[in-house]
Structures are given as C-alpha cells and as structure tokens.
C-alpha cells in the first residue's frame, strides 16, 4: 500500500494564482482532511470529509474549497491564493472509527509570493 | 467540545535524561488520546493511543504515555533520550461515535542535545 500520497511536494504562486494540491489514499478510509501548519500554530483543519460526496468546514476554511468524488480522492483547491496561505499542508485519511489513527501525506509546503 | 493544550513549545534534555513532554485534554466525554510524532520535512506519524483500555499506554521507540482522569492529562514521557528522539509531538483528542475529527495541540519541539 501507498497509504496516502501528496503531490505536488513543493509550490510557488503568485498571489491570486489558483490551483488544486491533490491527495490520495488506497486503503479506503471513510474519512479524510486536511490540515495547515504553520509556526507555534500547530495543525489546524480546513475541510474534512467523511465520504464520497460529504464534505465539512474546519477551523480555517476561507479560501479552499474541497470535493470527494471517490473515496481514494480529496483535492484541496486554492481559488485565489494569498501570501497568507504560504503554509504545509498536510491530507491524512481515517477509517469511521474514531480510536483508530490517521495517516498523514508527507506535505506539501506552499509560498505564495 | 475538546481541546488540547500542550504546555512548553520547545523542550531540551541532554541524550540519556528523562523526557516529559506534558499534555492536558478538556472533553466533555470520555476521551480517546493520541501522541504523533513528526520528524522533521515528514508527516506525522503514530507514537501511541489511548482508547479507554489500560490507562498506561506503551508505543514505539521506547515511549510511553499515561492516562489520569483525575488531572485531564496524558503526558509522554521516555526514560532515556537518544539523539534520534529530536522531532516535534502532537497531542491530540478526539472521542467516541459521530464525525469527530481529532483536536491537535499546538506542538512540542524536542531538542536532544549530545
């Protein structure tokens, strides 16, 4: 198994630029998200899901915009970005039970200049 | 509602000391608790869980964890530090049934020093 991938890795926008960080997993978790890091912040969450074609807000959700339209699949979409975006992202991937732990993606670390 | 409060974003020991890295937890049920560790340009990664089975909780690496309801706490700690131990821990609390996603604290940076 590859348990949850990320792609791109590395990411310079402009501001106002758009574009979609792209996650995956193969071992069909009901329920995937994703977090921001930033310094002294810790990981705060932006879009959850918990299936196909279910998504949520989390913590700080203004400026992305989420869709699940397979299971193994949750892009993250950054409509307009901002220097206040410039961040690691970080999509991880559950099962419905909530003792169970998430697997995290490697990240991606996004400037937007 | 939950939440996680970890007290100290940096903690430094010499190789071979005690870690302590602390841990408070606010729910208002039962709790499942989670230490993750991430190593530095990685994700993070399991250390250890607690699911309300015994409260004290032993996880990879030579880590361990307990679980005092009495003080709302779960802090980790690992008798001897190796240089290998440097990475940043995340705490964090979720609970039982629904959509709940974990609650992360805010991170402690483990320095190791020779």
């Known amino acids: 198994n590859a348990g949850v991938t990320q792609t791109p890795k590395f990411q310079v926008l402009k501001t106002g630029q758009s574009m979609t960080l792209q996650c995956a997993q193969d071992m069909n978790h009901e329920y995937m998200s994703w977090y921001r890091q930033d310094p002294g912040m810790g990981l705060r969450l932006i879009h959850y899901s918990v299936g196909a074609g279910i998504t949520d807000q989390g913590e700080v959700p203004n400026g992305y915009n989420v869709s699940r339209s397979t299971t193994e699949d949750f892009p993250l979409r950054l409509l307009s970005a901002a220097p206040s975006q410039t961040s690691v992202y970080f999509c991880?991937?559950?099962?419905?039970?909530?003792?169970?732990?998430?697997?995290f993606g490697p990240g991606t670390r996004l400037t937007v200049l | 509602a939950q939440s996680v409060t970890q007290l100290g974003s940096h903690v430094s020991v010499s190789e071979g000391a005690l870690v302590l890295l602390r841990c408070n937890y606010s729910?208002?049920?039962?709790?499942?608790l989670f230490w993750y560790v991430q190593y530095p340009n990685q994700g993070l990664q399991l250390l250890l869980k607690y699911t309300s089975a015994a409260t004290l909780v032993k996880g990879i690496n030579g880590f361990e964890a307990e679980f005092k309801k009495s003080e709302t706490s779960f802090h980790l700690t690992k008798p001897s530090a190796h240089m290998s131990d440097a990475a940043e821990y995340f705490c964090a609390v979720t609970r039982w049934g629904g959509s709940y996603i974990p609650t992360f604290g805010r991170g402690t940076s483990l320095i190791v020093h020779p």
């Open positions: 729910s208002s049920v039962p709790p499942y």
């Open positions: 991880a991937s559950r099962d419905a039970d909530s003792s169970n732990e998430q697997f």
